[in-house]
Nanobody, 128 residues
Framework: VQLQASGGGLVQPGGSLRLSCELS?????????LGWFRQAPGKEREYVAS????????YYADSVNGRFTISRDNDKRTVYLQMNSLKTEDTAIYYC?????????????????????WGQGTQVTVSS
């Protein structure tokens, strides 16, 4: 299983970006629950958002709730993270991750130890 993240870049405060993460190999895509994490310089990796195998359950960190939206397209084997109203504190490397147990409830996926597969990360920089 490989995860390839893309879509990062430089954006001004208040702007938007959409991250994508494509999963290749492994079982059918709908078997996996998915999540996004981020790590800022000098800080520990933190949870951002997660989505159940069906897409029917999503969950967000308080810091991004109402600004970010996680979604998935099972036909494209891709998970997305739409980020709006970006703030300078959102600057980080963003990682996508896959849970092969296919959790049905997204809030059970806030712990990074729930995920077996990780992407390489994509840099998001929010700066004027």
């Amino acid at each position: 299983v490989q995860l390839q993240a893309s879509g990062g870049g430089l954006v001004q405060p208040g702007g938007s970006l959409r991250l994508s993460c494509e999963l290749s190999g492994g079982r059918q895509f709908r078997d996996y629950a998915l999540g996004w994490f981020r790590q800022a310089p000098g800080k520990e990796r933190e949870y951002v958002a997660s989505i159940s195998w069906s897409g029917g359950s999503t969950y967000y960190a308080d810091s991004v709730n109402g600004r970010f939206t996680i979604s998935r397209d099972n036909d494209k084997r891709t998970v997305y993270l739409q980020m709006n109203s970006l703030k300078t504190e959102d600057t980080a490397i963003y990682y996508c991750a896959a849970d092969q147990d296919g959790a049905a409830i997204a809030f059970t996926l806030v712990d990074a130890r729930e995920y077996e597969y990780w992407g390489q990360g994509t840099q998001v920089t929010v700066s004027s």
